[in-house]
């Protein structure tokens, strides 16, 4: 592993230096072979199961790594927190993966960090597990995401209302630059590391931008707006709902980071929260957009002094750029969908009619990824058809028509469905149930299984049909935690 530590270069005001805290007895439970291959981790580790249980556990420090954890604020609920900051995690450092990107690996479960608060440093194994397997999922399902390297489990037990295996997760990052990140910074009227910080990010996530005075903090809010966007959107078409989008869990790279208690959304409903502490709906699958832009208004906010030394002059150039994401996220929203629907000529004037087809799934109360699996084989599959027009009536001759008319073949709307149109995702009760399976047995194997159908969400393998049912109670009364 030939590590960089370029974020380390930042200087002291980013980070704390601090080592993980050997755990008692580190055994490698899951290992990411595809992820490691791009990495091009050596092939001494890679036969080694003992060295990479030591190493991603944070008992052995590899060579070149600068163990750091880093420093972030944010909006918790809408609450202010300014001192957050890794209090669980260690930036080992970073690597370059096999398309010449930089990736930050990061153990998280590995002790206690001066940012710690009241926190023991430490990850149970079902959340380091579901974080795998979640983020995974979402790889593979084709959005912007954080992944993992590996689960090692501590050998120790941590407490959470009872004791429970710890664990120690390696998560593989773009970056770890968070909205709360530069918030930090802010809050404390540090604008020379605000500069810093935004000069670094620009380098690293959006070489394209060129621009200098007040047009780079434009340009970069633009970028990531758009980032934000796209990652929404994609969210939105799988039915993930992230269930803590503080801006301290909004990576400005636009992946999805932190995955704790995030849930896939079962019947269509706008409104749906599995989240037991979000008790306003905040984090609402439909919510999403909105706290995007909440988010994104909390980073402009942060770049305020570095536009103009005047506030209202700063304000003054930054509304106009704010003001385009309802149209900017729409557009690219009813696209998405139109693109569910097979409509490769996608035009505004189709959002009413895929409106209707929402208020249907959601007055039938329609399981979302079911619904347009069923719709997509519908178009070569009489079984499908007659079931579609059963739950959908009208709408769905409407659909056919719609199709019919458009200058591209059937065939075409078929291979468009069937890239947008995931057959499985990991849906909550088949999560549960395999986390379950894993600290019963203490191994990976249920992970295992049901992650060779979570990395094939688009074409059936033979075990796909094993994780395709909704739960026979519409996952009524489930709910995730926080802070596992
Ligand atoms: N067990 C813990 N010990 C110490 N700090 C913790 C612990 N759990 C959470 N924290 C800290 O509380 C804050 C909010 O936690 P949150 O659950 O959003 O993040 P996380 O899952 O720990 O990490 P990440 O956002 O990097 O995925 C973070 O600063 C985090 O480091
Ligand atoms: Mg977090």
Redesign the pocket.
Known sequence: MKFTNTYAQLGDAFFKRVLPLPVAQPKLLIWNDKLAESLGLGAALLSDSDLKAHIFSGNQLPEGAESI?LA?S?H?FGQL?PQ??????HLLGELMDSSNHRVDI?L??SG??P?????????ALG?ALR?FIMSEAMYYLGVPT?RCLSVVATGET?YRERGRPGAVVT?VAAS?I?VGTFQYFAIRKDTESLRALLAYTVERHFPEISSDGEDLELDFLDAVMEKQITLIVEWMRVGFIHG?M?T??SAISGET?????CAMMGAYDPGTVYSSIDTQGRYAFGNQPNIALWNITRLAECLLPLINSEQDAAIASLEPLLKTFTDRFQNSYFKMLGSKLGMTDFALSDQDFILELMEVMQAKKLDYTQTFSMLTQSLDDDVAAEKSQKNLGDWYIAWRGRLEQSADTIECSRLLMKEKNPLVIPRNHHVEAVLKACEDSGTAVAADDFLSVLRSPYFEIPTTVNYQDFPVDGDKGYHTF???
Do not use: M, W
């Open positions: 954890a972030y944010g918790q927190n957050l900051g890794d209090g669980r995690a990061q998280k479960g206690p960090t940012f710690s608060r009241q926190g023991d440093g430490r990850c959340p974080e954080s941590v998560r770890h968070r803590v503080n301290d869990n980071i932190d995955f704790g208690p926080c802070g596992t």
